[in-house]
């Protein structure tokens, strides 16, 4: 895979950002965020805002940002909290805009920088160092941007950027920064593995209508949305209940005593949520890959196509699925490469193979959304595609297919077109009138289409 389609916000990237966004809220709302043993403090909720940056990029590390400051935004707004700490709460702090400015826009600001030094080190050699060092030193970052914020919005606090600094050196940032550290290069060296990359393009792949992903993220979101609407329900529930019970032996609640309960029902609710959809990440991924695994076993070994039985069965199923439009329009395709038995007597049968790894490279390229395509044999493919399509499509397509070079002469392929007007036909009655424009195209001169 190249370096480029890593880039790309593919299945695992989008499931990966999601893992992370609950992770960070179930740091920042349980003891996993923040870890004291006596003498011992360690603040852990900034971590997966440096995966994002180290595995995703600043984008994605910013959005991990804004998660964290959104969270402790929310605890800052409680009445039992410290009092600097209402100086995050837009609530409390007498300076909303600044409060907000503090707890999420500094925290933003925090994973954009963290993501584009990433950036950088990846560039740097050795990489792995500078990743370590970016690593043990992001606790840093995070409090230069909490203090120099505060010292811009709060300066009647008394804090300032040289804060950030005072302690840098302590036992204790040492020891977690080298945590930290270590826990980052874990999952970067792990991302930089063959396994990984096997396992992430399995998941990545995208055979025209193959809807497993668009399926499990529309689960993903129905059941994050069922689960919060029954969470906050019972969250509610147990409150007045809660008050019930104390008011029962006389302890009576002040108004700020019973929106401190609520706030940290609340607190545990959306623990409990990250927790839950961590779990559902991980069952739909492994649904997922189970599913690409089971794909893979209906694809051509050399060209990565369906094979002839896989094609026609999924052709079947996605007939199915036109006939329920209201315009039925698709057409199926037929198309074989010119002379390719000279091809393959001309520069032996590797150089043929070649030759037909391209031309499927192109028709994955061309013929991506809402289509199908496979090799029915040697060097025949059939595409069926479920939406309109232009003439301008098919010459451009067969413009790609010139392009490729075998030897010293270049590639060509006849292309036959039948327009579906009833979807109701079988896709071998299909197979059989798009295959009768294909030899019509091979006895205009070959290198063209004709569209019935």
Same mark, same amino acid.
């Given at each position: 895979?190249?370096?480029?389609?890593?880039?790309?916000?593919?299945?695992? #990237?989008?499931?990966?950002?999601?893992?992370?966004?609950?992770?960070?809220?179930?740091?920042?709302?349980?003891?996993?965020?923040?870890?004291?043993?006596?003498?011992?403090?360690?603040?852990?909720?900034?971590?997966?805002?440096?995966?994002?940056?180290?595995?995703? /990029?600043?984008?994605?590390?910013?959005?991990?940002?804004?998660?964290?400051?959104?969270?402790?935004?929310?605890?800052?707004?409680?009445?039992?909290?410290?009092?600097?700490? #209402?100086?995050?709460?837009?609530?409390?702090?007498?300076?909303?805009?600044?409060?907000?400015?503090?707890?999420?826009?500094?925290?933003?600001?925090?994973?954009?920088?963290?993501?584009?030094?990433?950036?950088?080190?990846?560039?740097?050699?050795?990489?792995?160092?500078?990743?370590?060092?970016?690593?043990?030193?992001?606790?840093?970052?995070?409090?230069?941007?909490?203090?120099?914020?505060?010292?811009?919005?709060?300066?009647?606090?008394?804090?300032?950027?040289?804060?950030?600094?005072?302690?840098?050196?302590?036992?204790?940032?040492?020891?977690?920064?080298? *945590?930290?550290?270590?826990?980052?290069?874990?999952?970067?060296?792990?991302?930089?593995?063959?396994?990984?990359?096997?396992?992430?393009?399995?998941?990545?792949?995208?055979?025209?209508?193959?809807?497993?992903?668009?399926?499990?993220? @529309?689960?993903?979101?129905?059941?994050?949305?069922? +689960?919060?609407?029954?969470?906050?329900?019972?969250?509610?529930?147990?409150?007045?209940?809660?008050?019930?019970?104390?008011?029962?032996? /006389?302890?009576?609640? +002040?108004? !700020?005593?019973?929106?401190?309960?609520?706030?940290?029902?609340?607190?545990?609710?959306?623990?409990?949520?990250?927790?839950?959809?961590?779990?559902?990440?991980?069952?739909?991924?492994?649904?997922?890959?189970?599913?690409?695994?089971? @794909?893979?076993?209906?694809?051509?070994?050399?060209?990565?196509?369906?094979?002839?039985?896989?094609?026609?069965?999924?052709?079947?199923?996605? *007939?199915?699925?036109?006939?329920?439009?209201?315009?039925?329009? /698709?057409?199926?395709?037929?198309?074989?490469?010119?002379?390719?038995? !000279?091809?393959?007597?001309?520069?032996?049968?590797?150089?043929?193979?070649?030759?037909?790894?391209?031309?499927?490279?192109?028709?994955? !390229?061309?013929?991506?959304?809402?289509?199908?395509?496979?090799?029915?044999?040697?060097?025949?493919?059939?595409? *069926?595609?479920?939406?309109?399509?232009?003439?301008?499509?098919?010459?451009?397509?067969?413009?790609?297919?010139?392009?490729?070079?075998?030897?010293?002469?270049?590639?060509?392929?006849?292309?036959?077109?039948?327009?579906?007007?009833?979807?109701?036909?079988?896709?071998?009655? *299909?197979?059989?009138?798009? !295959?009768?424009?294909?030899?019509?195209?091979?006895?205009?001169?070959?290198?063209?289409?004709?569209?019935?």
């Amino acid at each position: 895979m190249s370096k480029a389609a890593l880039h790309k916000r593919d299945t695992v #990237h989008r499931f990966a950002l999601w893992a992370l966004i609950t992770v960070e809220l179930l740091m920042s709302f349980s003891f996993l965020g923040y870890i004291h043993v006596e003498p011992i403090s360690i603040t852990t909720a900034y971590i997966p805002v440096l995966l994002a940056g180290a595995l995703l /990029g600043p984008a994605d590390s910013a959005i991990l940002g804004l998660v964290f400051g959104l969270a402790s935004m929310w605890k800052a707004s409680a009445n039992y909290v410290m009092e600097a700490d #209402h100086l995050f709460s837009p609530l409390f702090s007498g300076y909303p805009l600044g409060s907000i400015m503090l707890s999420v826009g500094s925290r933003t600001l925090f994973g954009l920088a963290a993501g584009l030094l990433y950036d950088l080190a990846k560039k740097l050699r050795p990489s792995l160092l500078w990743v370590g060092v970016i690593s043990f030193v992001g606790k840093t970052i995070h409090s230069l941007m909490v203090y120099g914020a505060m010292s811009l919005f709060f300066p009647e606090a008394g804090y300032g950027p040289a804060d950030a600094f005072s302690d840098m050196l302590a036992p204790s940032n040492v020891l977690s920064g080298l *945590l930290v550290a270590a826990v980052i290069l874990l999952f970067f060296g792990l991302s930089r593995s063959k396994l990984w990359h096997s396992f992430r393009k399995r998941l990545s792949i995208r055979q025209g209508l193959y809807t497993e992903e668009s399926y499990h993220s @529309l689960s993903l979101i129905s059941v994050v949305v069922l +689960t919060l609407a029954s969470a906050f329900s019972v969250t509610i529930y147990f409150v007045h209940r809660m008050e019930e019970v104390l008011n029962h032996n /006389g302890i009576r609640l +002040t108004d !700020d005593s019973y929106a401190d309960m609520l706030h940290l029902q609340i607190q545990f609710l959306f623990g409990i949520v990250s927790l839950m959809v961590l779990v559902i990440l991980f069952l739909i991924v492994n649904r997922l890959y189970n599913s690409h695994m089971a @794909l893979e076993g209906k694809l051509d070994p050399l060209t990565g196509l369906r094979t002839r039985k896989a094609f026609f069965s999924d052709c079947s199923q996605a *007939l199915r699925s036109l006939r329920s439009k209201e315009e039925a329009v /698709g057409y199926f395709i037929m198309l074989d490469v010119d002379h390719f038995k !000279d091809i393959n007597d001309s520069y032996g049968h590797p150089e043929g193979d070649q030759a037909l790894k391209a031309v499927s490279g192109v028709i994955r !390229d061309s013929f991506h959304e809402d289509c199908l395509a496979g090799r029915i044999g040697g060097d025949e493919f059939a595409i *069926l595609v479920c939406r309109p399509m232009s003439e301008a499509e098919l010459q451009h397509f067969l413009d790609r297919i010139g392009r490729i070079s075998c030897g010293a002469h270049g590639v060509s392929c006849s292309l036959g077109a039948l327009r579906i007007t009833d979807p109701a036909l079988q896709p071998e009655e *299909l197979y059989l009138r798009a !295959d009768r424009l294909l030899y019509e195209a091979k006895s205009l001169g070959r290198g063209r289409y004709v569209i019935g």
